[in-house]
């Protein structure tokens, strides 16, 4: 089994910077992508940042150039760091896994319980 501990949510105010860090574990042999999710009310759920096990990386438009997203492979973690913070970043913001290797099972996609973040004055 698989699991996704998200970690480092919490009240920013506009301009400030705040950390994200999403640990898996279980007894995984590899993960192919990890990445940040991120749902605010009302709205549907959005790509913030991935990342592939080759350290290839893609952002969501509204963040490139503030977040960065950053991943160790032999820890089975990834960290999502997120500068120049807005009002519109508020969201609960979700750890995401994709094909997940344990043993001889492989889980298509895992997802952490998410994270809540607030960017207000």
């Known amino acids: 089994q698989v699991q996704l501990v998200e970690s480092g949510g919490g009240l920013v105010q506009p301009g400030g910077s705040l950390r994200l860090s999403c640990a898996a574990s279980?007894?995984?042999?590899?993960?192919?992508?990890m990445g940040w999710y991120r749902q605010a009310p009302g709205k549907e759920r959005e790509l913030v940042a991935g990342?592939?096990?080759?350290?290839?990386?893609v952002y969501g438009d509204s963040v490139k150039g503030r977040f960065t997203i950053a991943r160790d492979n032999a820890k089975n973690t990834v960290a999502l760091q997120m500068n120049s913070m807005k009002p519109e970043d508020t969201a609960v913001y979700y750890c995401?896994?994709?094909?997940?290797?344990?043993?001889?099972?492989?889980?298509?996609?895992?997802w952490g319980q998410g994270t809540l973040v607030t960017d207000h004055s």
């Open positions: 279980g007894s995984i042999s590899s993960i192919n992508a």
């Open positions: 995401n896994a994709v094909r997940v290797v344990v043993g001889g099972d492989m889980y298509p996609e895992v």
């Open positions: 990342i592939t096990d080759g350290g290839s990386t």
